[in-house]
Structure formats: structure tokens, C-alpha cells
Nanobody, 117 residues
Framework: QVQLVESGGGLVQPGGSLRLSCAAS????????MGWYRQIPGKERELVAA???????NYADSVKGRFTISRDNAKNTVYLQMNSLKPEDTAVYYC???????????WGHGTQVTVSS
């Protein structure tokens, strides 16, 4: 079984920064994609950013230039550095791991990010 443990959410003022971390444990194939999604009540979960084990990165247009995703393959950990946060970034952020070979997808429990003055 694969487990994803997220940390780093919280309350921050507009313009501030937060860093999210997600550590994966269990049987993880080396070829995978790790990423972050977010969801607000009443809306579908949306991709924020994703990074493959080979280092290819994809960002949602709404976060380009403000958020940076990175990963440490040795630790099976993915990070999301969020700068210049806006109130519209407020959401529950979910870590996601997709095994490329099997297309199996795993989700973390989510961490709340609130941007408010």
C-alpha cells in the first residue's frame, strides 16, 4: 500500500508564502508523477502542479510564476512552494501520486490553505 502524508498548510496573509510537503511511502514504482491538486466546496478538484520522476513539470495557468513544484526522488517527497498567495488560492490542497506503468492513483488526505487578511 502507498501512503501520502502532507504537511505545511495553514493561514497566511495575501502576498505571503507557504511551502507544502508530501512524503510517499510504500511500494512505489520509480516511474511516476507526483503533484498537487486543490478543491474548494462545490467545485471540482483541479490540478495545481505536477512533476514526473524525470523532472517534467506542468502548472495550472493560475499559479504560473507564483508556485514552484519540486521533488526529491530519494525521499519520494514532493514540495510546493507557494509565493504571492492570493485569497483565491484558498482551498484544500491534495497530494497525488500516479504510477505510470499501472495508472494507479493515490491521494493524500488534504491540507487546508487559507489566504486571508
Amino acid at each position: 500500500q502507498v501512503q501520502l502524508v502532507e504537511s505545511g498548510g495553514g493561514l497566511v496573509q495575501p502576498g505571503g508564502s507557504l511551502r507544502l510537503s508530501c512524503a510517499a511511502s510504500g511500494s512505489i514504482f520509480s516511474a511516476n508523477v507526483m503533484g498537487w491538486y486543490r478543491q474548494i466546496p462545490g467545485k471540482e478538484r483541479e490540478l495545481v502542479a505536477a512533476i514526473t520522476s524525470g523532472g517534467r513539470i506542468n502548472y495550472a495557468d493560475s499559479v504560473k510564476g507564483r508556485f514552484t513544484i519540486s521533488r526529491d526522488n530519494a525521499k519520494n517527497t514532493v514540495y510546493l512552494q507557494m509565493n504571492s498567495l492570493k485569497p483565491e488560492d484558498t482551498a484544500v490542497y491534495y497530494c497525488n501520486l500516479k504510477i505510470i506503468l499501472t495508472t494507479t492513483t493515490y491521494w493524500g488526505h488534504g491540507t487546508q490553505v487559507t489566504v486571508s487578511s
